[in-house]
T-cell receptor, first 115, second 114 residues
Framework: NAGVMQNPRHLVRRRGQEARLRCSPM?????VYWYRQLPEEGLKFMVY????????ESGMPKERFSAEFPKEGPSILRIQQVVRGDSAAYFC?????????????FGDGTRLSIL | GDSVTQMEGPVTLSEEAFLTINCTYT??????LFWYVQYPGEGLQLLLK?????DKGSNKGFEATYRKETTSFHLEKGSVQVSDSAVYFC?????????????FGTGTKLQVIP
C-alpha cells in the first residue's frame, strides 16, 4: 500500500549540472503537485499536472525548471543548470481524480543540495 | 489571493502543557482547512481537517474548529508530549477551475521538553 514515492531522497549537484526529481503518485491518483520548501520556510506551490498535461505552472520559475507527467511512469521535475539558490526540499503530492475538498497526500521529499 | 497566517515559532513547551497554535486565513470562497505535521527529515502528514464552518477536526489528541466568523482554525492539544515536537502547517484548499489549490502557512515549530 505505497503512498506517494519520491526519489532520490537526497540529491547533490554541482552548479551548472542538471537535477531530475521523480514522483510516483499514490495508486489511483492522477493529479500531481510539486512544491518547494526553502530552509525554515513553508511550502510554495510550483506546478500542477495531470497525465500528459500541465494544468497550472504559475508557481514555477520561467527558466531552467520544467515538469512532466507522462502517460507511463513517474512525474519528473527537471532543473537545468542548477544554482546555489535551488537548494531546497522538493515535495510532491497527489490526489485522485474528481477530488473536491479531500487532502493531498505528500511524499517524503527530495532534498537537493547544490555545491 | 488566498493566504494563511500562522503564529511564529518556535514554540517551546514543557511536557503535559497546553498547546495552542493560531491560524487565520483569507479566502475568496469557502475553503477546506487542514493541519499538517512535518517531523524532521520527513514529508507532510495530514493531522486533521475540517471542510465547512463549525466542523471540528481531531486526531491524536489535537483539535481545531473551523470558525468562519473569525476566519480561524487554531490548533489545540490539552497535554503535549515530547514526541509532538515537529513543525505544524496550517493550510487551506480551494477548488479553482475544477482543481485543487492549496495554500500553506509558513509553519510553526514546536519543541516539547521533558
Amino acid at each position: 500500500n505505497a503512498g506517494v514515492m519520491q526519489n532520490p531522497r537526497h540529491l547533490v549537484r554541482r552548479r551548472g549540472q542538471e537535477a531530475r526529481l521523480r514522483c510516483s503518485p499514490m495508486k489511483g491518483h492522477s493529479h500531481v503537485y510539486w512544491y518547494r520548501q526553502l530552509p525554515e520556510e513553508g511550502l510554495k506551490f510550483m506546478v500542477y499536472l495531470q497525465k500528459e498535461n500541465i494544468i497550472d505552472e504559475s508557481g514555477m520559475p520561467k527558466e531552467r525548471f520544467s515538469a512532466e507527467f507522462p502517460k507511463e511512469g513517474p512525474s519528473i521535475l527537471r532543473i537545468q543548470q542548477v544554482v546555489r539558490g535551488d537548494s531546497a526540499a522538493y515535495f510532491c503530492a497527489s490526489s485522485p481524480p474528481g477530488a473536491s475538498n479531500q487532502p493531498q497526500h505528500f511524499g517524503d521529499g527530495t532534498r537537493l543540495s547544490i555545491l | 489571493g488566498d493566504s494563511v497566517t500562522q503564529m511564529e515559532g518556535p514554540v517551546t513547551l514543557s511536557e503535559e502543557a497546553f498547546l495552542t497554535i493560531n491560524c487565520t486565513y483569507t479566502a475568496t470562497g469557502y475553503p477546506s482547512l487542514f493541519w499538517y505535521v512535518q517531523y524532521p527529515g520527513e514529508g507532510l502528514q495530514l493531522l486533521l481537517k475540517a471542510t465547512k464552518a463549525d466542523d471540528k477536526g481531531s486526531n491524536k489528541g489535537f483539535e481545531a474548529t473551523y470558525r468562519k466568523e473569525t476566519t480561524s482554525f487554531h490548533l489545540e492539544k490539552g497535554s503535549v508530549q515530547v514526541s509532538d515536537s515537529a513543525v505544524y502547517f496550517c493550510a487551506l484548499l480551494m477548488n479553482s477551475g475544477g482543481y485543487q489549490k492549496v495554500t500553506f502557512g509558513t509553519g510553526t515549530k514546536l519543541q516539547v521538553i521533558p
